[in-house]
């Protein structure tokens, strides 16, 4: 059984701070990991993702995975109160077409 | 670039009745196209998923079925939906191959008395 460890959360966390969303995957043959932001009501959007050990920077977003440990986790610098949604990762194992999603981590930024 | 439509956006419908959301996807051809379901509060459930016109995998047993008739149409359908068919429905799709990240619809609501 392939699944994803999510805090659900929420995470507060003030304007202008770092937030760190943090995602542990069982299996091993995981080789692609998405990020998704969720807004209340509204489908997921693609924010990140990352097929290789290390960080993956996008503006303030900032992916780090680490195969080994078997986790990974997504960095939001200067976080703005319009970055509070629920954030989901997913991983595919290597050749599947099928991803798996952890529940997610609602984010609160409060002003 | 690529879009994905889904509609309708909201739906009220009583139990028993008959059910189809339809997804339409522009701009790419020979999408992996899939359904989810989100119930309140829940993570998604993945539904269906094609790799191509008339083929179809299910991954939960249940009173749904799915069908793409064309490369970039895929609809989801039911003949008697019950209570606990409730729930957020998505379509995504991604290019046609593995280890794709998936692009969401927009989501159908949908509500059974």
């Known amino acids: 059984q392939k699944e994803v460890e999510q805090n659900s959360g929420p995470l507060s966390v003030p304007e202008g701070a770092i937030a760190s969303l943090n995602c542990t995957y069982s299996d091993r043959g995981s080789q692609s990991f998405f990020w998704y932001r969720q807004y209340s009501g509204k489908s997921p959007e693609l924010i990140m993702f990352?097929?290789?050990?290390g960080d993956k920077e996008d503006g303030r977003f900032t992916a780090q995975l680490n195969k080994a440990s078997q986790y990974v986790s997504l960095l939001i610098r200067d976080s703005q109160p319009s970055d509070s949604a629920t954030y989901l990762c997913?991983?595919?194992?290597?050749?599947?077409?099928?991803?798996?999603f952890g529940r997610g981590t609602s984010l609160i930024v409060h002003p | 670039s690529q879009t994905i439509h889904q509609w309708p956006a909201t739906l009220v419908q009583p139990v028993g009745s008959p059910l189809s959301l339809e997804c339409t996807v522009e701009?790419?051809?020979?999408?992996?196209l899939y359904w989810y379901r989100q119930a309140a509060g829940r993570g998604l459930q993945l539904l269906f998923y094609?790799?191509?016109?008339?083929?179809i995998s299910s991954e939960v047993p249940q009173n749904l079925s799915a069908s793409r008739p064309q490369d970039r149409q895929f609809i989801l359908s039911s003949k008697k939906l019950l209570l606990s068919d409730s729930g957020f429905y998505l379509c995504?799709?991604?290019?046609?191959?593995?280890?794709?990240?998936?692009?969401f619809g927009d989501g159908t609501r949908l509500s059974i008395l």
């Open positions: 997913a991983f595919q194992s290597g050749g599947s077409y099928i991803p798996t």
């Open positions: 094609s790799v191509g016109i008339g083929q």
């Open positions: 990352i097929y290789s050990n």
């Open positions: 995504a799709w991604t290019k046609g191959a593995r280890d794709q990240p998936q692009h």
């Open positions: 701009g790419t051809s020979n999408p992996n």
